[in-house]
C-alpha cells in the first residue's frame, strides 16, 4: 500500500474518528512528522492538536526538539503543546519503560482533559517487526510478541502501521519536508536499537523477507490474543484489593484452562498496575490452583497472590498508615484506603457509589480514624474486642486501616461491621461511604 492511500486507510480503520478531535504524538522524528502531515489530509476533515513531550534529557538537543516541533505546528496552525516530565528514577521495569508509561500517561491525561477523541502515535511496520525480536531476546511470551495493536481501549491509535520506515522516509523526501533525527537512536547500548541497526539487517541477509514474517507472525499472535482475552473477560472473575469481599473463589480460577489462567494473572497483574508476570510465577498459580501450595505467591512490587478459606485475595506491599481525620459537613474526604472516600450531609447524597449511610449521634464532635489496639465495643451485652470483630469481617490487609467513627475513645460506627444501638441518632445528619 502506497502513502497515497492513507485517507482510506484512516477512514477505514477509524471510521468514528473521521471529522473529530485527535491529539497527535509530535516527537520531531520523521515518523510522527510524517503522520502530522498526513492528518492534515482535508479528506478527513480532523481537528488536529499536538503534544511534544519532553524527558528532561538530552540537553539541548532535546529543546532544539521541542523548539522544532512548536515552529512546525505555528508553521502548519496547529495549537502545540509541550509536556514535560519529571526525572526517572531507576525503577524494576528499567527506564525506557518507565518512560513510556509516563510519556502515555501525560499523553492521555491531556487527551481527557482537552475533550480530545484520540491520541495517534506514529508506530509502523517496522516498530512491530523489531518489537517481536525485542521481546523474544527478552524472553517475552505470546502477548509480549502480539505486536502493537492499531487501537487500544484507552483510546491511542497507530495509523502508519501498514507503512516502514522507508517508504515514510521516501515520502517526506519527495515532498522536501524536514525532519528532527534523534542521536541517542544511534547507541546501540539500547536493546531497540541494536536490534534495529545490527539483529535485523543480519537476519534480513539470511531471509531477505524477515520482517514480513515477524510481522505476520505478531498480527497472528495479535489474533489469538484477542479471541482469548474476550473469552477470559467472558469466563473469569477479578479481584478487588481494597474491597471487603473482594476476593475470587478458588474454584473459578481451577476451571479456567491453563492458557486462560495464565492470562487471568497477566490481566489482574495489569488491572492494578503491578507490573509484569514471570514464567516462574505462572508456573507458581498453576500449582497453587491445583494442589493449594504454595499458600501465597508474591507478584511484582511486593504484592502477593495469597489463598485464604479458599479465595484469591490481592494484598499490597503494605496497609494505609493509621489515620485520623475530622468530619465536617458539606465535605467529602478521600479516605487512606484507595477508592474509599466519605462525606456528611444534611441529606443523603445522590447514590453515586454510596456503600453505607448512617445517623449519628447527637451532640458529638464527630471523627473517623483507625482501630487502636485493645479497643472493645458492646455485642449482644458483651464486651468485644474491635481487632476480633474487624478479623471476622474483612481480609487482613483491610483490617488495619478499615474506617472507626468514634468521639475520643468513643466508638460509635464500623461501617460494614458494627454500630452502637444505644445511642439518640440526629435526623439532620447524614454520614456516608462511598466507594468509587
Known sequence: MDLIDFPSHFQFTFPKLVGRRILVALSGGPDSVALLHLLRHPDLALDLEVAHVHHGVRGAEADEDADFCA??????????????????KTTQEGREAAWRRLRYAALLDLKHSGGLDAVATAHHRDDVAEGVVVQLLRGGGPRALAGIAAET?????????????????DWLTE??????????????????????????????????????????????LAETEAFLTAELHTRAQWID???????????????LSPPLRARWLHAQASLIGIGRVTRRQLALLHSLV????????????????????????LE??????????????????????????????TKPGRDDGVRWRWCPPRGTALCVRTARPGERVTVSGRKKSVRALLAGSLPRHLRAAWPVFCEDDKIYWIPGVWEASDISRREDLVVEVIRR
Open 175 to 220: 515532498r522536501v519536508i524536514a525532519f528532527r533525527q534523534d542521536s541517542s537512536n544511534e547507541d546501540i547500548e539500547h536493546l531497540r536499537n541494536l536490534v534495529r541497526r545490527n539483529i535485523l539487517p543480519a537476519l534480513v541477509e539470511v531471509s531477505p523477507s524477515v520482517r514480513e514474517h515477524l510481522v505476520h507472525l505478531a498480527d497472528s
Open 241 to 255: 484489593p481494597w474491597e471487603p469481599s473482594g476476593g475470587v473463589p478458588l474454584t473459578s480460577i481451577r476451571d
Open 71 to 88: 515552529r512546525l505546528c505555528r508553521e502548519l496552525g496547529v495549537p502545540f503543546n509541550l509536556l514535560r516530565l519529571g526525572p526517572v
Open 290 to 313: 491445583s494442589s493449594g501450595s504454595p499458600r501465597a505467591i508474591t507478584l511484582a512490587g511486593r504484592w502477593r497472590l495469597r489463598l485464604a478459606d479458599r479465595y484469591l485475595w
Open 316 to 345: 499490597p506491599p503494605r496497609s494505609p498508615e493509621p489515620y485520623q481525620l475530622a468530619i465536617a459537613v458539606g465535605e467529602t474526604n478521600e479516605l487512606p484506603l484507595p477508592g474509599w472516600w466519605i462525606r456528611a450531609v
Open 153 to 169: 481501549t484507552d483510546g491511542v491509535i497507530r495509523p502508519l502501521l501498514p507503512w516502514g520506515r522507508t517508504e515514510i522516509l
